[in-house]
């Protein structure tokens, strides 16, 4: 009997215990999914912590590029051409029907387009002169949205450097940078008008790379000289040309101007547009061609050398035991010309000018467009075998 009663009185204890247990857990759940769910219910704490978000997530894709983008992006435009070109009927090449027909020219205007960099906040645009050089009317497009009739201040065919005007104030412009510290490797970003894109959004179109190479020498096309130029990969395409390569910083470095083809679209005439390989003047020649097209309208090279030259090719290089067949030879020196006052005699090699080396007779033309009336030159020759730098004056004939 006594032992029925102590588990009866055990029993009773621990019931007693574990019901009291159960009301504290109870009653604490219950409190701490009150302030859970109190926390969560609180509009100022939601807003608070989805902005902290945001403000982690934007901060993270903001980057030098995109803060460049920003600020260079108002300074881009649209560019929009009609040009007046000449076509000659086929049958006036024919000397057979053109004496019937007579020799029958028709004028044609043709639309094109392009990009463009302001440069001043009074309205000065830069582009190619393949672009608008030859334009009887420009439109320019601003990112706001905003047209205006350009007018061409100045153009140089050979530079390829096109400087427009806009009758407008307080714009938004693009710095100039130096293209003579061009880190190989560095950002490069282009910025245009690819295929008239920019008329849909008022915006340009940017493509991002790096500084591929530098002091490219591609050579002469179309009577536009190309020479120090900067490689990129930044895509460029139809419709970029005239538009600014910038750096990481936003600094205007060269101008897009060329792309190259791959062999089948060369062979073919057709453009597959960027293939990685694009080519930009470098700014520090735009600024002097600016300069003198600001003053002038044009650029002056009346300068004669009296010279007469000719490409070295195998023939020759063995002729004269040479190393390699690059250069010209001099065949032939003008009485009290440049070259003749410079003690260029004919025979002589030229290797160099100044910092640029000579491939072919090409090269040597190209090479003294880069220069201007009253300029001295360094001409790097081979005389019997040895090496010799000449001083060339370049004096207007």
Known sequence: MNRFKHILFSSAVTLIIASVVFTIFIKNDSTSSNYLSSILNQPS?????????????????????????AEVSPAIVGINVTELRQYRDPLSTDPFWRQFYGDRVYNQQVKSLGSG?????????????????????????????????????????????????IDAKDLPYIKFGNSDNIIIGEWAIALGNPFGLFDINDKP?????????????????????????????????????GGPLVNAVGEFIGMNTLILQSQDAQRYGLNFGSIGVGFAIPVNKIKKVVAELKEKGKVDRDFWTGLSILTINESIAKTYNLKSSRGVVVTQVAKNSPASKAGLLIEDIITGINDFKINDDITLIGIFQEYRTGDLVKIKILRDGKEQVLTMKLERK
């Not at 807003?47 to 403000?55: A, C, F, K």
């Not at 960099?117 to 190619?128: E, H, K, P, Q, V």
């Open 117 to 165: 960099a302001i440069i001043t906040s009074d309205g000065y645009i830069l582009t190619n002169d393949h672009v608008a050089g030859a334009a009887i009317e420009t439109i320019v497009t601003l990112t706001d949205g905003r047209q205006y009739n350009a007018k061409v201040v100045g153009s140089d065919k050979i530079s390829d450097v096109c400087l427009l005007k």
């Open 45 to 69: 704490s939601n807003n608070l912590l989805r902005q902290q978000i945001n403000s982690t997530l934007d901060s993270e894709r903001q980057n030098i590029i995109t803060k460049t983008v």
């Open 205 to 241: 179109t940017v493509t991002v790379g790096v500084i591929s190479s530098t002091g490219m020498n591609i050579g002469t096309m179309d009577d536009r000289t190309y020479l120090n130029m900067l490689q990129t990969d930044a895509a460029i395409n139809s419709g970029n040309s």
